[in-house]
């Protein structure tokens, strides 16, 4: 079964675009995700245009019956009622139009990047298996079905770049070695006491969250104290 | 023995006087002699959402095997196939637009198909309306939705109109008589009454007191029938 947060998804991507073609704000909801028996794909597909959706992945079918259609394509005329079901030339182009624009939502669907919408009208909808309905409340009142060959599968595909993460801010530390001490200079450590580190210039590590990124020499850079790197860590890697 | 005209009339009275007797449970039946008809036709609860009683000397329309529009009182109404009927089975015409004709009820199709429909009822303004769930595609939520399919016809015919029975509980009327057509709360019919039964107009005890006299009467005619025969057989033997 489509997980309905896909279908949410769709739904709200189709809103957006019926919004910019029409013109005004789109009101619209949907009907959860179903498998229909045969008797119900019949009378889903009763008299209804349907268009066939291609893609890689899986085929789509967008529903549209006679009343619906003609509202559709009333609606891109800023109209909120058809006069008649029977679509006129016109009328059909600004239908077909309309259900491209649609189709172009599917990718989350149907796969993204490879979706060929060859729209077709077909009457066939033996194959498909899942069905949801759009419900557009406004500024007209029509409902789109749509249908899926198969449920999509989970696809794992790196969708985040290490680039996309180059602009986040990340709070660095500086773990400086300390030494060795005896436990009984720790134990009597109060406020005001000074604790002489190992002899030399002291060694550092660059941490993050937690993790060493690298190591070096800690000192003083102009006004600012610094860390001259000498060498860099994995992130499993502790400094020796 | 022959039946003569007057045995035949008789034997005709007691069949249609049987006829009342058997419709008087029966909901919404009329009596065919006024002699019986109840003072006032009473309701009783149903549990059927679908179940109405219509207001006093209205009439639900529906249609017969001919295609003609008939008029009951029963209100037991139910859904067969998506369409709104009446306890034979005919559709019930109501409408689905202010403007537009009468025509049987039907629940979306679709909606029908994919069982979505739920908690179908009438309502007292002669609504068939049900409900179904709609997901907003932002939130997630699943809301309840009110679908209105149209609205029950009622009829009214001129008073003292002597209407014809088409079978149990469905009639038509005198040609040339003309009902007026509106619908509950419309101003000129009062409301339904939801979830009641309508009772028979036909008082039980009445009519088996009438179908009896029929009967005591049907016995005189045929014991003076009887005699008359013995005495014309008697002339006869006397005469040879």
Redesign the interface.
Known sequence: MLPLSAACLVASAVRETLTGLFGEAVSLRLFEPVIPTPEAWRAIAADATIYRVRSSSADAAIIVRPRDAAVLAAAAFGECDARSDVLSVLERTVLERTVRAIAAQFAPLCGAGTLETTIQSDRDVAGFVTFFELSIDGPARARIGVALSRDPVPEAKPEITIEDLFGLPVELAVRIDAGVHPAAVLGSLEPGDVLWLPGGTPRGTLRAAGRPLAAGECGVHGRYYALALDRTLTGRDEPV | MTINAAMQDALDRIAARAQDVQRAYTPGALAQFGDVASEHASSRPALNPLSVAPPPDAYFLSTDARGRTVYTRDGCFRIANGTLVGSDGAPVLGRVSRSGANTALRID??D???G?ASDVRVERDGTLAYD???????S?V??R?RVAVGQLALARFPAATKLVAVDADHYLPPPGTVPHVGSAGDGNFAGLEPMRQTGSGIDFDRSLERLEEAYLAFDALQSAHRAQGELGKTAMDLLK
Request: no cysteine; charged share 45%; aromatic share 0%.
């Open positions: 199709p679709v029908d198909a994919l979505r179904r769930v709609v997901v907003d595609p932002r997630g699943r809301e939705e």
